[in-house]
């Protein structure tokens, strides 16, 4: 005696058994949307994490860049301080070496005038005694 929906009215528990499959099915299906979510959120932290770390890592790498680049910078300058130190310290050396030739030449050339005055005044004195002797 087939009634409605196809079960047999005799025996009931079986209508029971597929509710209680339903419910399991509805059961298993929530929990595998449930565990879906769970990997798309730790899917997306896993994301959130790298990108970060990705940034720190670009953060890090920029600042290591520009302590280079000012270490580099440091010592082009110390570099360029050095060479104008020696630039400046070889021109005072020339100006030094110039400046004492000139003081050598000068003197020399008051002594040889100062010794050509005395040969001038020892001709004249001979020159005078000459004459002395002459008259």
């Given at each position: 005696?087939?009634?409605?929906?196809?079960?047999?009215?005799?025996?009931?528990?079986?209508?029971?058994?597929?509710?209680?499959?339903?419910?399991?099915?509805?059961?298993?299906?929530?929990?595998?949307?449930?565990?879906?979510?769970?990997?798309l959120?730790?899917?997306?932290?896993?994301?959130?994490?790298?990108?970060?770390?990705?940034?720190k890592?670009?953060?890090?790498?920029?600042?290591?860049?520009?302590?280079?680049?000012?270490?580099?910078?440091?010592?082009?300058?110390?570099?360029?301080?050095?060479?104008?130190?020696?630039?400046?310290?070889?021109?005072?050396?020339?100006?030094?070496?110039?400046?004492?030739?000139?003081?050598e030449?000068?003197?020399?050339?008051?002594?040889?005038?100062?010794?050509?005055?005395?040969?001038?005044?020892?001709?004249?004195?001979?020159?005078?005694?000459?004459?002395?002797?002459?008259?």
């Open positions: 005696a087939r009634g409605h929906g196809g079960q047999s009215e005799a025996a009931p528990e079986g209508g029971q058994r597929e509710r209680t499959a339903a419910a399991e099915g509805k059961r298993r299906r929530e929990e595998h949307e449930a565990a879906h979510r769970e990997r959120k730790r899917a997306e932290a896993d994301k959130r994490a790298r990108s970060v770390a990705k940034r890592e670009e953060e890090a790498k920029r600042a290591q860049e520009e302590q280079q680049q000012q270490r580099e910078q440091e010592r082009k300058r110390a570099a360029e301080a050095h060479s104008e130190a020696l630039r400046k310290q070889t021109q005072a050396r020339i100006k030094a070496e110039r400046e004492r030739e000139r003081r030449k000068e003197e020399k050339a008051v002594r040889e005038a100062e010794e050509k005055q005395r040969q001038k005044e020892a001709d004249a004195k001979k020159a005078q005694e000459a004459a002395d002797i002459a008259r």
